[in-house]
């Protein structure tokens, strides 16, 4: 397809991960180009910049349905953060309802938005795996996994702010044991009785990011198995700001799970062409 600028964007936050988000219910971006259009808007310093991309599109099964595309122009199933997004985007514009339903990749979404709130609700997690051991930096690691809607590793530690989340968020990110998917890799600190501080190292932004709602989620999960808290979690993410996971547990089987926190519009704006750097 041919793009034609300018194109009309929203800059959005949610707990600290920051999107653009495009309405594209008229296409301009084939499947094929999204990648490179995604990565290149989303470089910092030189275009808009930001951990994603967001494509709304129309949907025969629900509200709308969503492309959602990492920084590095890669796909990502679902992304829980990207999630409230879009769903307040979604409602401020007019093609969902307060109350809705959109496609991922991972499934279909029920979301909620109560002013910059928005409560949405999971897909199923799966692929629940406890203690197992792991080499990464020379060391033998403890580690926790949980797919929901994209694979996360957990590892529980006495002081977050010690992590070593660039090295060994790396290290596991790309381990052997987690391929060829590779995880997300989550660093979790226990915080009074029922909340948690969660560092997340992203997979597609490969770095630390502000906050992670899936990797929140998978934590807030783990951490109610393993009996540390009890849902409601609070979690405190990198960037400050609180998200709350509910979900209910039968020993290990996982339902019900939602996730709750803010999503804020930060401002709109005109993607011209030499927004999208040729190299």
Same mark, same amino acid.
């Not at 928005?118 to 020379?138: S, Y």
């Not at 381990?175 to 989550?186: I, L």
């Not at 409601?232 to 700001?241: K, N």
């Not at 547990?249 to 799970?257: F, N, P, R």
């Given at each position: 397809?041919?793009?034609?600028?300018?194109?009309?964007?929203?800059?959005?936050?949610?707990?600290?991960?920051?999107?653009?988000?495009? !309405?594209?219910?008229?296409?301009?971006?084939?499947?094929?180009?999204?990648?490179?259009?995604?990565?290149?808007?989303?470089?910092?310093?030189?275009?808009?910049?930001?951990?994603?991309?967001?494509?709304?599109?129309?949907?025969?099964?629900?509200?709308?349905?969503?492309?959602?595309?990492?920084?590095?122009?890669?796909?990502?199933?679902?992304?829980?953060?990207?999630?409230?997004?879009?769903?307040?985007?979604?409602?401020?514009?007019?093609?969902?309802?307060?109350?809705?339903?959109?496609?991922?990749?991972?499934?279909?979404?029920?979301?909620?938005?109560?002013?910059?709130?928005?409560?949405?609700?999971?897909?199923?997690?799966?692929?629940?795996?406890? !203690?197992?051991?792991?080499?990464?930096?020379?060391?033998?690691?403890?580690?926790?996994?949980?797919?929901?809607?994209?694979?996360?590793?957990?590892?529980?530690? !006495? !002081?977050?702010?010690?992590?070593?989340?660039?090295?060994?968020?790396?290290?596991?990110?790309?381990?052997?044991?987690?391929?060829?998917?590779?995880?997300?890799?989550?660093?979790?600190?226990?915080?009074?009785?029922?909340?948690?501080?969660?560092?997340?190292?992203?997979?597609?932004?490969?770095?630390?990011?502000?906050?992670?709602?899936?990797?929140?989620?998978?934590?807030?999960?783990?951490?109610?198995?393993?009996?540390?808290?009890?849902?409601?979690?609070?979690?405190?993410?990198?960037?400050?700001?609180?998200?709350?996971?509910?979900?209910?547990?039968?020993?290990?089987?996982?339902?019900?799970?939602?996730?709750?926190?803010?999503?804020?519009?930060?401002?709109?704006?005109?993607?011209?062409?030499?927004?999208?750097?040729?190299?």
């Amino acid at each position: 397809m041919t793009i034609q600028f300018p194109i009309t964007f929203s800059k959005m936050s949610g707990t600290g991960n920051d999107f653009i988000l495009i !309405d594209h219910r008229t296409p301009f971006l084939t499947r094929e180009e999204m990648p490179g259009f995604a990565k290149a808007v989303c470089e910092r310093r030189v275009s808009v910049g930001a951990d994603g991309l967001i494509l709304i599109e129309n949907s025969d099964t629900a509200d709308f349905r969503w492309q959602f595309l990492n920084g590095d122009g890669s796909w990502a199933e679902m992304c829980g953060n990207g999630a409230r997004c879009a769903a307040r985007f979604a409602f401020a514009l007019g093609i969902a309802p307060e109350r809705m339903r959109f496609e991922t990749v991972a499934g279909l979404i029920e979301a909620e938005v109560t002013g910059p709130s928005v409560k949405i609700k999971m897909t199923p997690p799966n692929g629940l795996r406890l !203690d197992e051991k792991i080499g990464a930096c020379g060391e033998e690691q403890v580690v926790h996994s949980l797919n929901t809607g994209v694979p996360h590793a957990v590892l529980f530690m !006495d !002081d977050v702010q010690q992590a070593p989340v660039l090295e060994l968020g790396r290290s596991i990110r790309f381990h052997e044991h987690f391929q060829p998917a590779g995880t997300n890799v989550n660093f979790v600190q226990q915080q009074g009785g029922n909340g948690l501080i969660v560092r997340t190292y992203e997979r597609g932004v490969e770095g630390e990011t502000l906050a992670c709602g899936t990797g929140a989620v998978a934590a807030a999960i783990i951490a109610g198995i393993l009996g540390k808290v009890a849902p409601p979690v609070a979690v405190t993410t990198t960037g400050g700001e609180q998200l709350i996971i509910h979900y209910r547990l039968a020993g290990q089987e996982i339902t019900d799970v939602y996730l709750e926190g803010p999503a804020h519009f930060i401002y709109e704006g005109q993607l011209h062409a030499e927004a999208i750097r040729s190299k």
